[in-house]
């Protein structure tokens, strides 16, 4: 049978064997013993052509609501915000997204300056000295910040404020395990970080604490009064921020945050059913050594010429192996030129104006629920996510908005039993005056209905 | 080509210049002071550029041809399985229906996309023999990382606190003792013999009842399959030690060989090298992880269950190791792997390793005479040849590398297997043709040439890039990680 990847014809073949010096391939797989050679046939669906695959799986792909088709209030660390038609444009050229690491600096400057760009808006929004170039997620990227502060302090503790993502808190939580670390949660009061608490969990074995700007429930931490709190015990202090937040928020690095990370995915990636999305990282001055994962740095060729390479090599698996920073390898850096060319479309101006608008959206929703007589859980100052009180179980509603092409809120029981009846709201900039209006009105029905 | 400095973004910016179009603020605004505390308003712009739309794309198509990627032209890197992406992959992972999914939707809503990503898994159980998979893990370091997790889990477990040890051949990708010292285990190196395989003397020396696992790919990353590797399964199950298996060379074995019937415990794969999905410019990848039944407990949890034809999470996992990521992987590169699976099928896939491995043991026949080959004998889907021979003359592997730049080749891998002296890793994948092939024969042979007539060209190599070679230990030394405006 013939496919369309593979090339070699029968005459190919043919000749290619006569070169190798063999007669059949079987002789080329004679290496593999007797007893573990597959001689069967996979037991695999057998091979589609493209018309009809496409059907198939575009069918497959309708049984799923998208966020395309139904007005979505849900974020919980996903996003649903504007994406640039251009940024599609710009990562479907093939000389982008069919290239690997730029190992061969001198046919990979595109990538290379592109990273280099990117590494520069990651410093400029999160106030930081240097960025990597890019993470797997927001998750990990947290975990691993974790490990290099507890690398570098030689203490065995990490303090995370109960408000960080669950699902982040998880994923530090089994990077812990492997170095056999502990992880104790830092309580919350009123939905942020209980400073009282900290202080008092706060020991000579805490490597670092760690913090999400703005929190999983849509406040905004006190980065101003955990800092000092936090240094004072030699501690690092880590951020994790919605990149999108800081276009109007005080950046982290200006409160004397050590290490920022978090999740590009709301600058121009598909929430693609949780991944891949693009973690970034970025550090004090002093950490530059001992940041995870790959840089890119700006240097000269022998005419002088400005160029771009990989460096600080010296910290990576493929030099240091067992005593590398961090094991990543491949990272996501596609997803990073996404990040790039959406920051660059939104510009100094843009990227403040988005912001703005998921504030001054996602404060009328909460004013709305309010005039509806709902309870708003920790109100206070926030950014694009609230938490609602209901007295009737979220799961229910959720079925009841599906129907009428609503995506709601987060079910915050699903994260902890004691969050039962709590719905965790976002509203971004693209949704309308009309749809909030709408959705609080579906709301309303189905409690008092 | 000329050469140039190329402007970055920021050195085009003007202020007054806008890239975006926002939905308007539709909603009565209250003033930002009162929304957020003072000391929270951000006072200094981050400085992005503000450029306009077409600004943006000339830009960013200026830079993509300045670019090599598989569509440009060949891409032997090794280990690496640069094979080409196909297209319709793209365009189903842009349906909006896989595309456009938030992750903590409603099980109901999203049914298309847990059949799809069930379904992969199947898939995968059934080419590598394994019983259960889990598509979490993000790439191959995350996967490996994962294996050796579950593996601990395992031995914890049954109360082995002892197996602390991973055992590593010398040959063995960066990432694999990387990965061993972050899930905490302590690495021990495996010597190569002088057929390049592990030694199993050598093997048999380290083993112990300290070993928790032996960390291998087969074929290994000299391209050579590791022919001991029952007895190699034997040595290491019989210390209670667990066989994991790193599946970035599985393009060299689909239909031919599995890792479960070789005797491994753990394998992780690396779906954007043997499955197609891109390489991104360094990522996105996906690394799921398969696992014999008696690790299956300790896997990621939500585990993706189906019942009465129904697909769901399943977190109730006493057991698990835990969450490696959020959500459940990198899903838009499965959809891309799964894409291709059900491409090809299963004739298709053996194909595909068959034509892998004729074009590599041609290539390394028609370069046999020109560069030094440590180990003579049939490869896999890659070989691993030297250049030592021209290091005698001046020439370094990495002056050859440099050199295929000017003929418009990816050079092969030179930073690793270390256990070749200036090796280069050629892996040409079953998508190219004998054409293609001949033509990097030809330039590899002429470069050979080169180095004994006329080594300087090559030396100085590349000539033809839109910049020469760059200083890397310039910026190493004061690393200019970001622009700074003047
Ligand atoms: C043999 C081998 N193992 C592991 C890896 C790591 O995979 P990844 O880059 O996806 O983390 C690679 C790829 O670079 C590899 O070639």
Redesign the interface.
Known sequence: MAFRYLPMTEQDKADMLAKIGVETVDELFSDIPENVRYQGRLRLKEAKSEPALYKELSDLAAKNVNVKNFTSFLGAGVYDHYIPSIVDHVISRSEFYTAYTPYQPEISQGELQAIFEFQTMICELTGMDVANSSMYDGGTALAEAAMLATGQTKRRTILISEAIHPEYKEVVKTYAKGQKLQVEEVPLNNGVTDIESLKNQLTDDVACVLVQYPNFFGRIESLREIEPVVHGNHSLFIVSANPVALGILTPPGKFGADIVTGDAQPFGIPQSFGGPHCGFFAVSKKFMRKIPGRLVGQTTDENGNRGFVLTLQAREQHIRREKATSNICSNQALNALAASVTMTALGKKGIREMAIGNIQKANYAKNVFKQNGFEIVYDGPSFNEFVVKLDKPVEGLTSYLLQSGVIGGYDLGKVDPKYAGQMLVCVTEIRTKEEIDTFVEKVRAYHHG | MV????P???EI?KPG???????E??????D?DR???E?????E???????S?LD??R??????????????GF?P?GS?T?????K?N?????????????????E??????L??MY?LME?LK??T?MDEVTLQP?????G??TGL?LI?AYHEANGDFHKTKVIIPDSA???N????????FE?ITVKSNEFGLVDIDDLKRVVGSDTAALMLTNPNTLG??E?N??EMAEIVHAVGGKLYYDGANLNA??????PG???FDVVHL?L?KTFTG?????????GPVGVKKELIPFL?KPVLVKKNNEFFFDYDRPQS?????????????NVRAY?Y????????????T??A???A??MM??LAPYYDLPYD??CKHEFVISGRRQKKLGVRTLDI??RL?DFGF??P?I??PLNVEESMMIEPT?????ETLDAFIETMIQIAKEAEENPEIVQEA?HT????????T???RK?????VRE
Not at chain 2, 82 to 86: A, I, V
């Open positions: 050469k140039d400095n190329f970055l973004i920021f910016s210049r806008i890239g975006y179009s926002l939905p603020i539709d909603v009565p605004e209250t930002i929304l957020l505390p000391d929270y308003i951000r006072t712009e981050p400085e992005l550029p503000e450029v739309e943006i794309i830009h960013y198509t200026a830079l993509s041809k300045r670019n090599h990627g598989v569509d440009s891409y890197l690496c640069m094979k080409y992406n196909p319709i793209e365009d189903v992972a842009r349906l909006p229906g896989f595309a456009h999914i938030h992750p903590l939707q409603d109901s809503s999203v049914q298309g996309a059949e799809l379904d898939h059934e080419i023999g993000a790439a191959g370091a995350h490996e990382w997790m601990r990708h960066g990432t003792p990387a990965s061993a010292t972050v899930a905490g690495t050579l399959f022919e590797i029952v074995i689909m239909g031919k060989a599995r019937d070789m005797g690396n954007h891109p390489h991104g410019g360094g990522g996105p990848g996906s990621p190791i835990g969450r490696v990521k959020p959500f459940y992987g990198n899903f838009g590169i894409t699976i059900r491409t090809m099928g299963p004739d298709g896939l053996r194909q595909v068959e034509n491995v004729i074009n043991n041609y026949r028609s004998r049939h590398a440099k730049l990816h050079p891998t930073y690793f079953e998508t190219e043709s004998k590349p890039t839109v910049v020469g070679r760059l200083d890397e310039k910026a190493a690393p200019i990680l970001k622009y």
